[in-house]
């Protein structure tokens, strides 16, 4: 945020060292752009994000860019590609379903029996992905992967109702 004005974006304050890291990046150069002109909805989400003590990851704008906070840093370990969760957002947001809805629907019998194969296996048909709508349209999706299918639906679904406003 470099060249924005950190002192006024009180959203943004906080969240430790990733909050940090989002206030001295220069997003004018990315396809979110300035954080100023991101929806209030999104603002939210990363203020959420940034603070929570929960691990929570975020996929934003149509190039589904990353932002996590202080609590997933461990979870990444030395894998920097959480599939699963990272996952769980990419299949909520290229299907426009939950990801639960989709497992639904992958089984036998079914009309997208085998989905989860397909995309070199970045399909995920565990509960947990949710697509974010705000106004009708979606705007990014969340994935959540800490617990049981049951609870982290519930906690996405949380999520993406926070956001919805």
């Known amino acids: 945020m470099r060249n924005g004005d950190a002192e006024n974006s009180g959203w943004l304050a906080g969240g430790g060292e990733m ?63 959480p599939a699963m969760l990272i996952n769980k957002a990419f299949t909520a947001r290229a299907f426009d379903i939950s990801t639960a809805e989709l497992a639904q629907n992958g089984q036998p019998g079914q009309q997208f029996f085998g989905i989860h194969v397909s995309n ?3 399909v995920m048909i565990f509960a947990g992905g949710i697509p974010l709508s705000r106004g009708g349209s979606i705007i990014g999706a969340i994935g959540v992967s800490s617990g049981s299918g049951v609870q982290d ?13």
């Open 19 to 81: 909050g940090a890291r989002m206030r001295a990046k220069d997003w004018s150069a990315t396809p979110l752009g300035s954080p100023e002109t991101w929806p209030q909805s999104v603002k939210m989400a990363v203020s959420i994000c940034l603070n929570s003590r929960s691990r929570i990851l975020l996929w934003l704008g149509p190039e589904l860019r990353i932002i996590y906070n202080d609590t997933y840093i461990p979870f990444l370990g030395d894998i920097k590609h």
């Open 153 to 165: 639906d519930a906690v996405a679904r949380a999520g993406a109702s926070a956001i919805a406003g």
């Open 120 to 122: 070199h296996g970045r």
